[in-house]
Structure formats: structure tokens, C-alpha cells
């Protein structure tokens, strides 16, 4: 009789346990999400009904606040203001579908070539107000590698560096 009661006993703690360690496992794994203001939850939802959010981060800049979401399964990533207006859309691309001279423009800054996307500048920050585009500005940003650091470049679709790499070397230490 006492060992029915024991074993049930430790039945009921190691049941205990487990429940709160996999309570306690799936908050850790759930990153917070900033609660998304409408206008930029039916953004989302008209310009990539399809995409599912990886991550979504929020940010200020100039005074603006400005959602950065990441899609899975390569679906890009998406800068939306707080009204609303989307500030870039930039999608994965292959290099044969990049202009010749934006290519070059990318090759010419050294590395392997790791990923391209097409980014579409449709909105900007000045002075604290988001200011529409008349016309979209197409970009192309490249992720880099070479000695095992990674790093981005953005050039135009005539091949103009537009934010160059940004190697970093190697400090020694004495």
C-alpha cells in the first residue's frame, strides 16, 4: 500500500515538473510582439497577404515610428510606418534578374556573393514626417563574404555604390 502511494506521489511531481518546465520553456521561446497599430496590420495584410512574420521589430527614427518585419520562406522583409505607408519592400532575387551594371557594381566590392535583394524605396523620413515617392526607387542590396565576415552593400540599378561594404579588419591585440 505505502509503495502505491509513493509511486503515486512521484507520478504527481515528476507530472508537475514537466509542466512547469514546458511552461517555462514556451515562454522563453516566444519573443514579444509589439502590438501592430491597423493601419499597418492592413498594409501587411494588402501588400503580402501570403507572407508569414518571422520576426517584427519596432523602431524610432527621426520621430517616426517605423515596424521592420521579416517574412519566412523567403518572402523578404518590409519597412512600415506607424500610419501605415510602406517605407521599403525588399524581396530575394536571382542574380539573373539584376540589372548588368548593379551586378558589376556588387561584384567590383569583393567577396562571394551570399544573397541579392530588390529593395523598394517607395516612402522616406525627413525632418520627422514620412514623405511618399513619387516613384518607387529601385535598389539592389547584396550580402557579402569573404574571411568569414558578412556584410551588405547597396548599389543602384546603374551600378552606383549607394551605401558601400563595410570591411572590418582584424585588430591584433598586443
Known amino acids: 500500500m505505502k509503495r502505491r502511494e509513493f509511486l503515486f506521489s512521484l507520478g504527481v511531481i515528476v507530472l508537475v515538473i514537466a509542466t512547469v518546465c514546458q511552461a517555462q520553456g514556451s515562454k522563453s521561446r516566444r519573443a514579444k510582439k509589439p502590438k501592430l497599430p491597423a493601419a499597418v496590420a492592413e498594409a501587411i495584410k494588402k501588400e ?9 521589430t519596432r523602431e524610432e527614427e527621426d520621430g517616426v515610428v517605423v515596424y521592420d518585419f521579416e517574412f ?9 510606418a ?8 525588399e524581396t530575394p ?20 556573393l551570399l544573397q541579392v535583394e530588390t529593395d523598394e524605396v517607395r516612402a522616406e523620413i ?8 513619387d516613384t518607387p526607387r ?3 542590396e547584396a550580402d557579402l563574404v569573404k574571411d568569414k565576415k558578412v556584410v551588405e552593400i547597396v548599389v543602384s540599378a546603374d551600378g552606383q555604390v549607394i551605401e558601400p561594404p563595410k570591411w572590418k579588419t582584424k585588430v591584433r591585440k598586443k
Open 72 to 80: 519566412r520562406n523567403g518572402k523578404g522583409e518590409m519597412d512600415v
Open 48 to 56: 503580402c497577404p501570403n507572407c508569414a512574420i518571422a520576426r517584427v
Open 82 to 89: 506607424g500610419d501605415g505607408t510602406i517605407l521599403e519592400r
Open 93 to 112: 532575387v536571382p542574380t539573373s534578374e539584376i540589372p548588368a551594371p548593379a551586378l558589376d557594381g556588387i561584384r567590383n566590392a569583393g567577396g562571394s
Open 138 to 140: 529601385i535598389q539592389y
Open 126 to 133: 525627413k525632418n520627422g514626417k514620412v514623405v511618399k515617392l
